[in-house]
DNA sequence: TAGCGCTGCTAAGCCGATTTAGCACAGAGA
DNA sequence: TCTCTGTGCTAAATCGGCTTAGCAGCGCTA
């Protein structure tokens, strides 16, 4: 069954002229190459019906060109994020012609090693180290020489690579700012906090989101009124922060949860106390889960533009192949950061007075 | 600064051996024609020292095949769905040494093509064929003659190949079953029935749940005590079904609903009518999304097998291209069907009496 | 001592494109 | 008539590996 390829050769051959010739006419070098008009034509026409499409093996063994990138991801566990965010760089790279190669990880260096090898056996033209929370982490020595860059991570030791992750720090002081906007003066974390440090290990998320808390409290001359460092951030972690924030006070009037998981253990352990959202008590948080929609009332939350994440990786990786090495020769790493968009839901009201 | 890479013919050179030596003895040809052990020791130190790694490119131009397969989906809306069944499909490529291209067509028919196009200009293997919610699909007519499988979906039309997706009609029996053995003699469906048409178009999980549920309360000389066909089944549907269901009854004693999102909706539901789970009303759905652990109390469900459908086409795709065509042979297209598991959690109780 | 078979290795072609160098022909000028 | 300059096209090398056919040298037989 399996009608053959149509090759360049065929082309050639159909058209009565040489395979130099229809690749010269193909590729657009034909007039630069003084090709007839006639014979131009003809090429194309034959082209056209015999339904060519360059082999791009072919090319890339010469070329050395794959229109090809890696995305290499750590953990899909939390694969709904990944999922935007591979659709963003999916996007982008159609857009410019290239095709992805995805892998996993699952945080396990051997099998990182291994995939990027595989990748690299395959010529692919760069690779993009995606991480599913925003951490810090090394660049693979076998990358040495070829373009990468990070997403959602940044990058650990000299490498100068550049990286893509959401602006967290900026989010966290837009939380504080809505709820200062809505009156309110006493505001309770639930994740991390109070201090500067109280943060899960390696999420640079947590800690940037925390900071910009703390400095937008303390602009307002403010501090944390508590704060609830959790191990995880899933929901029986924000029921549990909750239960035992109302154990000290029964009547808080606003949380920031640091993220939409806690969040949803948060309203659970509020409403088995009988307190209300938005009316008793105000919740901002963060990630713009698809949770958050569905909670009612709606969760006011900032998002992590994950699908923007992934095409402006695309975008700059593509854009390191036109220069030759611009993030070396700038000296230091770029970090691209984008803005945390706003989903103002039900969540969040004036103070109660 | 990109250092070359190491060339099959560095490696001979280095080890004073022609280029075809060198091939013979790295692809474990070497005895087979007489290749004396001293030169295959040398050879191989020589590969190890320089770290050669075949040019999978240039295999894959001689050879046509790559070594890779494309994995073309049609939505990652609900992307959670899609990153499970796509790590599946990862594992098992990485297995046996593939790579994966992914690409997403949003379900149009023109985005469809040019991807396809795009991953057999690159030399794929095989295609895999992916929809997020199981239904029906015609195959591509650019695929003719190129190893196909199609994933959580079935052929339409007269194209032989071979389909892995979930038992629905397996599950939807065994939902009934569950409740039975709790005692329960009046069942609820919210999403669809009572009647077998009664199922939102194009979805074949609705149909084949609808049926396996028709079946099993048949076989015990029963019927639905009602069903409420849904659009949507979105928590919001699920929320408003089970509020016109209790208009009617009051004192429902067990739902199923057609899937995890539309549970949400009822539990928000129930307890607004201030009933509650399991002790009122026990629950039974299908999915298992992750929201199924978080509900309170959890969700019993039966889950789709995301995982493992991703593996297992891939490797009914890499079995089909070891014997030649045996879709077309075997005269009737292969439909590979995989249980769902079941999640007991909290919401099923017996019968309160 | 020519012929045969065996051992151990290599030359050369191929996959499908791109690219460089250059050929054949026509017309113009010396 | 010979050279020179364009014009229009093509031969051949290349990318990196695999594969088929075959070569050289040796010992043994007839």
Known sequence: MARKRVTLADVA??????????????????????????VQERVHAVSDE???RPNIVSIGLSKGTTKTIGFVSDTVATSQLAGDMIRGALEAAQEHGYMLFIGETEGDAASERQLIDAMLDRQVDGVILASMFTR???????????????LNALPVGASAVPSVVPDEYAAGRSAVRLLLEAGHRSVHLIGAGPGEHDVPPATVAG?????GIRDELASAGLAPASGWLCDAWLPPNGF????????????????ICFNDRLAFGAYQALQEAGLRVPEDVSVVSFDNATLAEWLRPGLTTFGIPH?????????VLLGMREKAEPAEASGSPVVHRLAMPLFGRGSVAAVAR
Do not use: F, N, Q
């Open 13 to 38: 051959a159909a058209a009565g002229v040489s395979p130099t010739t229809a690749s010269l006419v193909l590729t657009g070098r034909g007039r630069e190459l003084r090709i007839s008009d006639i």
């Open 50 to 52: 015999l339904g060519y």
């Open 136 to 150: 810090l982490r090394p660049l693979p020595s076998t990358l040495d020489g070829t373009a990468a860059v990070m």
């Open 207 to 211: 800690r940037e989101r925390l900071a």
């Open 240 to 255: 549990a922060a909750v239960h035992d924030l109302l154990a000290r006070d029964p009547t808080p009037r606003a949380l």
């Open 307 to 315: 699908e923007e994440l992934g095409r402006r990786a695309v975008e």
